[in-house]
């Protein structure tokens, strides 16, 4: 069992940035690999970045490539997601979560724990 608690969320012009962290308890953070979707009012939850198991590897979505970094540090069991030139399209509520598999997936369905969610919301 993981619990999932995000923080950082906040408003911010369009061009700032934002860091996203996620505490995660428990001593098995590091088996997880870990992701970051976001929600925006009346869209389905979609997939921004995601992190494997040691943090060498990431992907992410092509709309925040270039301007999101997702990293991870296990010894403090948690999971960041630096947003530089913020848009007012990455307004959204941000979940995290994680999956048993330790490679990193776009889809929803491969994690099973996810966070409550921090808003975002990007003034233009």
Known sequence: ?????????GLVQAGGSLRLSCAASGRTFSSYAMGWFRQAPGK???????INWSGSSTYYTDSVNGRFTISR?????????????LKSEDSAVYYCA????TSWSTLRLA??????GTQVTVSS
């Not at 389905?44 to 995601?50: I, Q, T, W």
């Not at 540090?73 to 030139?85: E, I």
């Not at 994690?111 to 409550?116: D, F, K, T």
């Open 111 to 116: 994690y099973n724990y996810w966070g409550q």
């Open 98 to 101: 994680a999956s048993r598999g």
């Open 44 to 50: 389905e939850r979609e997939f921004v970045a995601s």
């Open 73 to 85: 540090d296990n010894a403090k069991n948690t999971l960041y997601l630096q947003m530089n030139s």
């Open 1 to 9: 069992q993981v619990q999932l608690v995000e923080s950082g969320g």
